[in-house]
């Protein structure tokens, strides 16, 4: 009788505390494989495997590529390595970033999905922005249970909303309850139920994150092409649309959620005028240095026409750094904590003229 063994976690901020708790209550004999990808920086080494080991009697360190999977062990995404689930091993890749990570959710979440449809238990937890969600759809998709961290018990509560926005969740717990509903959840026959086959478009997704040729998989039959460019590669965006969410990739594999793509592009707007001030300052600084070498040279009128195009140079990059100055960075949490302060802020004044 089948059973769900493939226990697939992701999280990112406030993720390394949930962690800890979650596998610490695991028991010594959990009848199922678990994987873990966790954001963080590719450029130090990871410690989260030997953190770990601390906390939980189950084998837990980086996975390798090509290495078998075994129930009762923990396996982490090492860092700048997606971390993909197949049939019976583990595959470690370089493909494209999705939501600007690599290792993302997403990835893990799919690739199980695609490999052990309802044999997998998918958990989202603490972290910023939406990382999860898709791939906890794509696991729904394929008949498998969906987890989520009661947003009110996460240090982070962005990952778990947007992955309750995504689908409809199985299961929302606080933290200090989700090893004893895994230890249930894995020890649970599976109920009978239509096959819930693999879909082209996640076999392509699954193909992009394992290094395969985008194009020639057929990524430009995923979706509609829409106005706005890659951040990453400035590749044209697929606009891809699954239940709730909108997501987009594009020709070279890049992938971001709505949400994800909006908070990149502002960001990305602040280095452009960033750009824009250090070019029309280097400009300045040419043009004073050209007007004193013309001075020299008795060339008065002219370097009194270049000093002045100077000044007019720095009034731009006074006006750009102004724009730097009030460039917001948004997300949908950014959204959601300005509408509660702004919600507090109209209450704060209502209660005031009841006051007075």
């Not at 895994?182 to 693999?198: F, G, S, T, Y």
């Not at 960001?267 to 250090?278: A, K, M, P, T, Y």
């Amino acid at each position: 009788m089948l059973k769900p063994d493939i226990v697939v976690v992701g999280a990112s901020a406030g993720g390394l505390k949930t962690f800890e708790t979650l596998v610490s209550q695991l028991p010594s004999d959990f009848p199922a494989a678990v994987f873990i990808v966790w954001h963080i920086s590719p450029d130090y080494p990871s410690m989260l495997p030997q953190i770990l080991a601390r906390v939980t009697s189950l084998p837990v360190a980086h996975a390798v590529d090509n290495e078998p999977i075994k129930t009762g062990r923990i396996y982490v995404a090492p860092p700048d390595r997606h971390l993909l689930v197949e049939s019976g091993f583990v595959r470690l890749s370089l493909g494209p970033k999705e939501n600007r990570f690599r290792p993302a959710v997403d990835v893990l979440f799919r690739s199980a999905a695609r490999s052990y449809g309802e044999r997998v238990i998918g958990v989202v937890l603490s972290g910023s922005l939406d990382d999860g969600a898709a791939g906890l759809y794509a696991i729904k998709e394929r008949g498998g249970i969906a987890v989520v961290q009661d947003p009110s018990d996460a240090l982070h509560s962005s990952m778990p909303r947007a992955a309750m926005k995504a689908v409809t969740v199985d299961y929302c717990v606080p933290i200090v309850e989700m090893g004893a509903l895994l230890a249930r959840l894995v020890n649970k026959a599976i109920p009978e139920q239509e096959d819930n086959l693999v879909s082209e478009k996640m076999d392509i997704e699954v193909g992009v994150a394992r290094q395969d040729n985008a194009l020639e998989l057929g990524i430009m039959k995923l979706g509609d092409l829409s106005p706005f460019t890659c951040p990453e590669c400035h590749g044209v965006l697929l606009q891809l649309k699954e239940g709730n969410l909108l997501r987009f990739r594009c020709h070279t594999g890049h992938a971001y959620s709505l949400n994800t793509l909006l908070a990149e592009v502002t960001e990305s707007i602040e280095e452009s005028l960033w750009d824009g001030i250090r070019t029309i300052e280097a400009s300045e600084m040419l043009m004073t240095h050209t007007a004193k070498h013309l001075r020299d040279m008795n060339e008065h009128e002219a370097a009194d026409l270049l000093l002045q195009k100077a000044e007019d140079a720095k009034r731009r990059a006074n006006l750009v750094r102004q724009a730097v100055m009030s460039n917001e960075i948004l997300s949908q949490e950014n959204l959601d904590k300005e509408i509660k302060l702004n919600q507090e802020n109209l209450e704060r004044e209502i209660k005031l003229n009841e006051e007075i």
